[in-house]
């Protein structure tokens, strides 16, 4: 009989498998430029920090260009209302 601590690891388990199979299976054009063999944001093109991307594994933008791309979404959104 499994304890807590098995469940708890194969659902760690899981989750890690489920992001790794979606950062393999996205289409290109997501995610990072990494056409220098560092993650970059497609925006600025500063890197992106691997904490970021461990988080976010298919993150395209530093969380600065993130923040003002949901802004600027955010605010063409209340103009449509």
Do not use: F, H, W
Not at 4 to 18: F, G
Not at 71 to 77: F, I, L, M, N, V
């Amino acid at each position: 009989m499994s304890d807590n601590v098995d469940d708890s690891q194969a659902a760690e388990a899981k989750s890690r498998q489920t992001a790794l199979d979606t950062v393999r299976c996205r289409p290109r054009g997501q995610g990072p430029d990494m056409s220098d063999g560092t993650a970059r944001c497609r925006d600025c093109g500063e890197e992106i920090p691997a904490s970021r991307l461990a988080r976010v594994p298919d993150a395209e933008r530093c969380v600065v260009c993130q923040e003002e791309a949901e802004q600027g979404r955010a605010e063409s959104e209340a103009e449509d209302d």
